[in-house]
């Protein structure tokens, strides 16, 4: 099974600020490696596929990048809409995975 | 728009079975792979298991291999999962989700449910 392991867990930003998050797989995932937002009693949604590709809809200011095992999420001035826990998900291999989370408080 | 409604969350005792539905609509149903992905409480994400537009590739997380089956309907545009032999770490609210291809590997999940909640106590 392929790990994903997110850091850091907890993230307390100011407003405006750019937030990087990483993920980092276990082995090599190639770009299968895609991220999700997920805002408090709501159900997750999709930002980033295959490392670096924004979702039709999503702010610019979203952005992706990686390949093979080190992965990041960056988020160029963060609103408080943003407020949210952030997953990273690989598709590479069965059984897929998802990272534990990056919560950021704004 | 892509709408997943799930159905068939209920409260129930260890051991028991329990049948979840998602009917799918907002695109063709039959082209698309789909997934089940579960959430316990106050905890992240976890893939259960992904069916292929045709039912020909079904995979399963290894803690649910051989209790749960997944399948689909694509004539009734709904996704199914068949749950047995229930147990408390299968609370979770369970996520009904639309894969972006028509296999199910390599691919991402690009739609999601509100979800169904639960809860396996005695």
């Known amino acids: 099974e392929i790990v994903l392991t997110q850091s850091p867990v907890f993230y307390s930003v100011p407003p405006k600020e750019r937030v990087t998050i990483t993920c980092r797989a276990s082995q090599n995932i190639g770009i299968t490696l895609h991220w999700y937002q997920q805002k408090p009693g709501q159900s997750p949604k999709l930002l980033i596929s295959?490392?670096?590709q924004s979702f039709s809809g999503v702010p610019s200011r979203f952005s992706g990048s990686g390949s093979g095992t080190d992965f990041t999420l960056t988020i160029d001035n963060l609103g408080v809409e943003d407020a949210a826990t952030y997953y990273c998900?690989?598709?590479?291999?069965?059984?897929?995975?998802f990272g534990q989370g990056t919560k950021v408080e704004i | 728009e892509v709408h997943l409604a799930e159905s068939g969350g209920d409260l129930l005792q260890p051991g028991r079975s329990l049948r979840l539905s998602c009917v799918a609509s907002g695109f063709k149903f039959g082209d698309y792979a789909m997934s089940w992905v579960r959430q316990g409480p106050g905890k992240g994400l976890e893939w259960v298991a992904s069916?292929?537009?045709?039912?020909?590739?079904?995979f399963y997380a290894d803690s649910v291999k051989g209790r749960f089956t997944i399948s689909r309907d694509n004539a009734k545009n709904s996704l199914f999962l068949q749950m047995t032999g229930l147990r408390a770490e299968d609370t979770a609210f369970y996520y009904c989700?639309?894969?972006?291809?028509?296999?199910?590997?390599?691919?991402?999940?690009?739609?999601w449910g509100q979800g169904t909640l639960v809860t396996v106590s005695s």
């Open positions: 069916i292929s537009w045709n039912s020909a590739a079904i």
């Open positions: 989700t639309k894969i972006s291809g028509s296999a199910v590997g390599a691919a991402f999940i690009d739609s």
């Open positions: 295959y490392a670096s």
């Open positions: 998900h690989q598709s590479s291999i069965f059984p897929h995975t």
